[in-house]
């Protein structure tokens, strides 16, 4: 069998050994289904024609479902199917199994069917299977996770075509062009070579909907994920190959260096010996260019493949390396992290694996300020800022072990059930279970959680389970069920996706299309009434209906596609040329945005009829001279831009040296000597842009047209100095120092020392540090030029019980919670029996208690965190009591209830700092009951949020237990 060893590697149309595609290809071990003379499982159905009639003597093939096939291989980069990956890069890896009949099914056994259509397997080993079936006149049609005992059906669909035309960017046809195809349902290959105006057909296929990939001499691979055959003809536009031509110099001399390229789902690096480096395969894409020889390093530059052939000069400079250790909270190594650099903007530029407790070099890399990213299963993520330094610095990444629950979804026959959607109640979050049926979720914090899976075919099911949790099993039922017919003018659609829901509760997908039947199956769904709606890429949505399911019936409706019209046009300058490259999107929106081609045309399918749209360009080089209005199926629209004149510079700092990273209105600039050439808007005779770069202030610059725009001087921005140290005194080195409104974060360095920035246009900001469970934050006003001392202080126990107005324990319940001092997200759940325990920074926070969890319109619980312990409950808890405050509601209007004696209130934001408050931003009503105040006296304010108001704030006292009442009205 051929997946038992991988024929040679030959070369692709774009060489393997210049692409991402020289992977080598997974080796798929062939799985038994046979237990030979031994009694075993015997399997039987029967093969019918569309209208249900036996087809005898067709062909039935089996094989075990756990054969591995091209359409169970994930992508290495992120983790999805790679047939439903939309990276480019991945369809050069489709690509590969195609030329090297890789990877799809092949039978273990074989039979045909008797008179009546019937067929039989016996002596099988093993519990689920694939089953397909094909015969003269029809195509083919399979059932997966066929169980012995269980009858399985074939409905062999009449032989279908897919036809389309393969044209370069500009429209042109592509002759000889390779097409190939695979359902998604079954993975048999179809192939077909385009005529000379490259059209082509694929025919004898199938159920569908097909996975396209096409590829020609000189162009990269391109992908149609989606196909539905049928009369609709298939456009493959391939796209040029770009190459990227990397000189490596010092002082002006070329060096023999490492140039590396980073992109989306791409690494590559080639040696050169002072000759350029030349990566060729490349997609017009955005790249990260980097380059290292021996001890020296280069800036990272980010590139856009526009051209052809781009050639880019990289210069080496004094450059270091960082050590990276990873270790948990307790000092010990974590196991395989991986550890990614960033430029301090996000872009990757290299990511490694380490083994456990071995370091992790990255470099050399140019001396500057960069982020270094750990990833590893079974803890948090972390990112620390890091300035390289010459030689070598050492870094270690502490990560905090997550909170996990991990199992595996079963189906009803006990049996694995792969690629399932796991959703984690109450946080709304969802993982994807692995081949295996496996999958582990990261969750918040101890608590109680409601897991939810669904299939559309195999089921579905629900299971309670307190976490941190291990070994949970996830069981599949069928339950009630929907069948769904979809259709459009007058015939069944294939490729068309089911989506039901029930307001403000849950979300069902379809987990695969409809085949030629145009049916989708909606399995495993819980009693109720769900609002239903199809889709196509090819057609307008149906529209919503409404579905009841009870019990273990199956509904059977239909949904209707209506016929889109398409919207075309041409994108061209001033001069009538033709502007490629432009996105084009309509307004109001109603379809996914079109790009134009080297021609200049674009398309915009599935758009309503005889309705006017308002068609706007976008495109880095031009600026849309006048509005452009078109209607579907009506005349093309001309779409006309201005070229934007392209100007040069360089940003420099107030002491003339260059500033290599910056952002030039909507361009991200990366350049050893600070230079630009961009193309920007002018308005009249000025030339007006923005420009900001970590540790300047923002520039506007505002000069007359000329081509060179000369030296753009940034001012280095005021600098906040600081101490980070323990309570002990003692100063503490690689602490994170941020603020809540700073564009960049610093650490401590051996001395506890920092320097940042201080953020420009807020007189008031505070400033935090963080290391482990250890964190400190202060409070500033803008100019303030005193050392600032942040005393690091471990994390507060907090715990308590949540209660529901009617005074019961809240199992869990889900607290949404945000430190108002750094901006920190917290997230809690409780327990079955209400509780939580919590670990959490010290400092002011604010709780969301209603419903909705609005900022406006629902109580907010104001409190201080502080000491080694706390104990906080929320809501009705026994022995607290509740407030009606009468109010008359004004926009910018908010009401507080402080414990104790306030003081006098010079800014209403001052209570949001409160020790405990309960408070209402702009109350929907006039009359607002607050529940759960302890025992104590109150404050009661109402007043202007935002600013003070003329006639200052209205403040009353109260007693909880005692007055129930109390008005706020003047």
């Given at each position: 069998?051929?997946?038992?060893?991988?024929?040679?590697?030959?070369?692709?149309?774009?060489?393997?050994?210049?692409?991402?595609?020289?992977?080598?290809?997974?080796?798929?071990?062939?799985?038994?289904?046979?237990?030979?003379?031994?009694?075993?499982?015997?399997?039987?159905?029967?093969?019918?024609?569309?209208?249900?009639?036996?087809?005898?003597?067709?062909?039935?093939?089996?094989?075990?479902?756990?054969?591995?096939?091209?359409?169970?291989?994930?992508?290495?980069?992120?983790?999805?199917?790679?047939?439903?990956?939309?990276?480019?890069?991945?369809?050069?890896?489709?690509?590969?199994?195609?030329?090297?009949?890789?990877?799809?099914?092949?039978?273990?056994?074989?039979?045909?069917?008797?008179?009546?259509?019937?067929?039989?397997?016996?002596?099988?080993?093993?519990?689920?299977?694939?089953?397909?079936?094909?015969?003269?006149?029809?195509?083919?049609?399979?059932?997966?996770?066929?169980?012995?005992?269980?009858?399985?059906?074939?409905?062999?669909?009449?032989?279908?075509?897919?036809?389309?035309?393969?044209?370069?960017?500009?429209?042109?046809?592509?002759?000889?062009?390779?097409?190939?195809?695979?359902?998604?349902?079954?993975?048999?290959?179809?192939?077909?070579?385009?005529?000379?105006?490259?059209?082509?057909?694929?025919?004898?296929?199938?159920?569908?909907?097909?996975?396209?990939?096409?590829?020609?001499?000189?162009?990269?691979?391109?992908?149609?994920?989606?196909?539905?055959?049928?009369?609709?003809?298939?456009?493959?536009?391939?796209?040029?190959?770009?190459?990227?031509?990397?000189?490596?110099?010092?002082?002006?001399?070329?060096?023999?260096?490492?140039?590396?390229?980073?992109?989306?789902?791409?690494?590559?690096?080639?040696?050169?010996?002072?000759?350029?480096?030349?990566?060729?395969?490349?997609?017009?894409?955005?790249?990260?260019?980097?380059?290292?020889?021996?001890?020296?390093?280069?800036?990272?530059?980010?590139?856009?493949?526009?051209?052809?052939?781009?050639?880019?000069?990289?210069?080496?400079?004094?450059?270091?390396?960082?050590?990276?250790?990873?270790?948990?909270?307790?000092?010990?190594?974590?196991?395989?992290?991986?550890?990614?650099?960033?430029?301090?903007?996000?872009?990757?530029?290299?990511?490694?694996?380490?083994?456990?407790?071995?370091?992790?070099?990255?470099?050399?890399?140019?001396?500057?300020?960069?982020?270094?990213?750990?990833?590893?299963?079974?803890?948090?993520?972390?990112?620390?800022?890091?300035?390289?330094?010459?030689?070598?610095?050492?870094?270690?990444?502490?990560?905090?072990?997550?909170?996990?629950?991990?199992?595996?979804?079963?189906?009803?026959?006990?049996?694995?059930?792969?690629?399932?959607?796991?959703?984690?109640?109450?946080?709304?979050?969802?993982?994807?279970?692995?081949?295996?049926?496996?999958?582990?979720?990261?969750?918040?914090?101890?608590?109680?959680?409601?897991?939810?899976?669904?299939?559309?075919?195999?089921?579905?099911?629900?299971?309670?389970?307190?976490?941190?949790?291990?070994?949970?099993?996830?069981?599949?039922?069928?339950?009630?069920?929907?069948?769904?017919?979809?259709?459009?003018?007058?015939?069944?659609?294939?490729?068309?996706?089911?989506?039901?829901?029930?307001?403000?509760?849950?979300?069902?997908?379809?987990?695969?299309?409809?085949?030629?039947?145009?049916?989708?199956?909606?399995?495993?769904?819980?009693?109720?009434?769900?609002?239903?709606?199809?889709?196509?890429?090819?057609?307008?949505?149906?529209?919503?209906?409404?579905?009841?399911?009870?019990?273990?019936?199956?509904?059977?409706?239909?949904?209707?596609?209506?016929?889109?019209?398409?919207?075309?046009?041409?994108?061209?300058?001033?001069?009538?040329?033709?502007?490629?490259?432009?996105?084009?999107?309509?307004?109001?929106?109603?379809?996914e945005p079109a790009a134009s081609d080297a021609r200049g045309h674009?398309?915009?399918?599935?758009?309503?009829?005889?309705?006017?749209?308002?068609?706007?360009?976008?495109?880095?080089?031009?600026?849309?001279?006048?509005?452009?209005?078109?209607?579907?199926?009506?005349?093309?629209?001309?779409?006309?831009?201005?070229?934007?004149?392209?100007?040069?510079?360089?940003?420099?700092?107030?002491?003339?040296?260059?500033?290599?990273?910056?952002?030039?209105?909507?361009?991200?600039?990366?350049?050893?000597?600070?230079?630009?050439?961009?193309?920007?808007?002018?308005?009249?005779?000025?030339?007006?842009?923005?420009?900001?770069?970590?540790?300047?202030?923002?520039?506007?610059?505002?000069?007359?047209?000329?081509?060179?725009?000369?030296?753009?001087?940034?001012?280095?921005?005021?600098?906040?100095?600081?101490?980070?140290?323990?309570?002990?005194?003692?100063?503490?080195?690689?602490?994170?120092?941020?603020?809540?409104?700073?564009?960049?974060?610093?650490?401590?360095?051996?001395?506890?020392?920092?320097?940042?920035?201080?953020?420009?246009?807020?007189?008031?900001?505070?400033?935090?540090?963080?290391?482990?469970?250890?964190?400190?934050?202060?409070?500033?006003?803008?100019?303030?030029?005193?050392?600032?001392?942040?005393?690091?202080?471990?994390?507060?126990?907090?715990?308590?019980?949540?209660?529901?107005?009617?005074?019961?324990?809240?199992?869990?319940?889900?607290?949404?919670?945000?430190?108002?001092?750094?901006?920190?997200?917290?997230?809690?759940?409780?327990?079955?029996?209400?509780?939580?325990?919590?670990?959490?920074?010290?400092?002011?926070?604010?709780f969301m208690l209603g419903e909705d969890r609005e900022f406006a319109?629902?109580?907010?619980?104001?409190?201080?965190?502080?000491?080694?312990?706390?104990?906080?409950?929320?809501?009705?808890?026994?022995?607290?009591?509740?407030?009606?405050?009468?109010?008359?509601?004004?926009?910018?209007?908010?009401?507080?209830?402080?414990?104790?004696?306030?003081?006098?209130?010079?800014?209403?934001?001052?209570?949001?700092?409160?020790?405990?408050?309960?408070?209402?931003?702009?109350?929907?009503?006039?009359?607002?009951?607050?529940?759960?105040?302890?025992?104590?006296?109150?404050?009661?304010?109402?007043?202007?949020?935002?600013?003070?108001?003329?006639?200052?704030?209205?403040?009353?006292?109260?007693?909880?237990?005692?007055?129930?009442?109390?008005?706020?009205?003047?």
């Amino acid at each position: 069998m051929f997946w038992l060893q991988p024929e040679p590697v030959t070369p692709l149309r774009v060489p393997a050994s210049e692409t991402a595609a020289a992977r080598p290809l997974p080796d798929f071990q062939a799985v038994e289904v046979s237990s030979g003379e031994a009694e075993g499982l015997a399997l039987t159905g029967r093969v019918l024609e569309p209208s249900g009639r036996p087809i005898p003597g067709a062909e039935v093939f089996l094989a075990a479902s756990a054969q591995k096939t091209l359409t169970s291989v994930r992508c290495d980069e992120c983790g999805l199917p790679l047939l439903s990956c939309p990276a480019r890069e991945s369809g050069i890896q489709s690509l590969a199994f195609f030329e090297h009949q890789h990877g799809f099914l092949t039978p273990r056994a074989t039979v045909r069917t008797d008179a009546q259509g019937k067929f039989r397997f016996e002596r099988l080993a093993g519990v689920s299977f694939s089953v397909w079936a094909k015969a003269a006149g029809f195509g083919v049609a399979m059932r997966e996770r066929a169980a012995p005992g269980e009858p399985v059906e074939l409905f062999l669909p009449a032989l279908r075509t897919i036809t389309g035309q393969v044209v370069d960017d500009g429209g042109q046809p592509i002759p000889n062009a390779h097409i190939y195809a695979v359902s998604r349902r079954t993975a048999l290959p179809a192939e077909a070579v385009a005529g000379g105006e490259g059209l082509f057909t694929l025919d004898g296929l199938g159920e569908g909907p097909f996975y396209l990939v096409a590829s020609a001499e000189g162009f990269l691979p391109t992908v149609e994920p989606q196909v539905e055959a049928g009369p609709q003809r298939v456009r493959l536009r391939l796209t040029p190959t770009r190459t990227l031509e990397v000189r490596v110099v010092r002082d002006g001399a070329p060096m023999a260096a490492t140039v590396r390229l980073k992109a989306d789902h791409l690494s590559r690096e080639l040696r050169t010996q002072g000759e350029p480096a030349r990566f060729t395969g490349l997609y017009p894409d955005e790249v990260v260019i980097t380059a290292e020889s021996g001890s020296l390093g280069s800036t990272p530059r980010t590139i856009t493949l526009q051209e052809r052939v781009t050639q880019v000069t990289m210069e080496l400079e004094e450059a270091g390396k960082l050590l990276v250790t990873v270790v948990d909270d307790a000092g010990q190594p974590v196991p395989q992290p991986e550890v990614t650099l960033r430029t301090v903007t996000g872009e990757v530029i290299r990511r490694e694996k380490g083994a456990t407790g071995a370091l992790v070099e990255l470099g050399p890399i140019a001396i500057g300020d960069y982020l270094v990213h750990g990833h590893t299963e079974g803890f948090q993520d972390v990112e620390l800022p890091v300035r390289v330094r010459s030689g070598e610095t050492p870094v270690e990444l502490e990560m905090t072990q997550a909170t996990l629950i991990s199992g595996q979804v079963i189906d009803e026959y006990g049996r694995p059930a792969p690629n399932v959607s796991v959703l984690v109640q109450p946080i709304g979050d969802t993982v994807l279970a692995d081949a295996d049926g496996h999958f582990v979720a990261q969750v918040p914090s101890p608590g109680l959680y409601e897991l939810h899976a669904h299939h559309s075919e195999w089921g579905g099911g629900k299971v309670k389970v307190t976490a941190p949790a291990s070994g949970v099993r996830l069981e599949l039922e069928p339950a009630a069920a929907i069948e769904v017919t979809v259709t459009a003018e007058g015939r069944r659609v294939e490729g068309a996706d089911v989506v039901l829901w029930v307001e403000q509760q849950g979300l069902f997908r379809s987990d695969r299309p409809s085949g030629p039947d145009g049916v989708v199956p909606m399995r495993g769904l819980p009693e109720g009434t769900y609002w239903m709606v199809a889709s196509h890429p090819d057609y307008l949505p149906s529209d919503r209906k409404q579905v009841r399911v009870d019990g273990e019936q199956v509904v059977k409706v239909t949904a209707e596609l209506k016929p889109g019209a398409m919207l075309s046009g041409d994108v061209m300058d001033e001069q009538g040329a033709p502007v490629s490259g432009a996105t084009l999107t309509v307004m109001p929106r109603g379809a996914e945005p079109a790009a134009s081609d080297a021609r200049g045309h674009f398309e915009i399918r599935a758009l309503r009829p005889e309705r006017t749209y308002r068609v706007e360009a976008r495109h880095p080089g031009y600026d849309q001279v006048d509005k452009a209005d078109g209607t579907p199926g009506g005349p093309p629209v001309k779409v006309v831009l201005k070229r934007r004149p392209v100007f040069r510079g360089r940003v420099v700092a107030d002491d003339g040296t260059p500033v290599k990273r910056y952002r030039l209105d909507e361009h991200d600039i990366s350049t050893p000597d600070g230079r630009f050439e961009v193309s920007l808007p002018v308005a009249g005779e000025q030339v007006m842009v923005s420009v900001d770069a970590p540790g300047y202030e923002p520039m506007m610059v505002e000069r007359p047209v000329a081509p060179d725009l000369g030296d753009l001087v940034l001012q280095r921005a005021p600098t906040l100095s600081g101490l980070v140290r323990d309570e002990g005194g003692a100063p503490v080195a690689d602490a994170v120092v941020t603020c809540e409104v700073c564009d960049e974060s610093v650490l401590s360095g051996p001395d506890g020392r920092f320097s940042i920035a201080s953020p420009p246009y807020v007189v008031q900001y505070s400033v935090s540090a963080r290391k482990g469970r250890l964190s400190a934050t202060e409070t500033l006003s803008r100019g303030n030029t005193s050392t600032l001392v942040l005393t690091l202080r471990p994390a507060t126990r907090v715990s308590g019980t949540v209660y529901l107005p009617g005074g019961q324990p809240a199992p869990g319940y889900q607290l949404d919670g945000v430190n108002t001092e750094r901006g920190d997200a917290v997230v809690v759940v409780t327990g079955p029996d209400g509780q939580y325990s919590v670990d959490m920074a010290p400092g002011s926070y604010r709780f969301m208690l209603g419903e909705d969890r609005e900022f406006a319109g629902e109580p907010a619980l104001l409190v201080r965190v502080e000491g080694p312990s706390m104990r906080l409950d929320f809501g009705a808890a026994p022995g607290s009591g509740s407030l009606t405050v009468t109010v008359k509601p004004e926009r910018g209007k908010a009401l507080w209830v402080v414990a104790g004696d306030s003081p006098p209130v010079n800014s209403p934001l001052e209570l949001m700092r409160s020790r405990y408050a309960q408070m209402v931003y702009q109350p929907r009503s006039e009359r607002v009951t607050l529940q759960g105040l302890p025992p104590g006296r109150y404050t009661v304010v109402w007043a202007s949020f935002h600013a003070e108001a003329p006639e200052g704030p209205m403040v009353r006292t109260v007693e909880i237990p005692g007055a129930q009442e109390v008005s706020m009205v003047r």
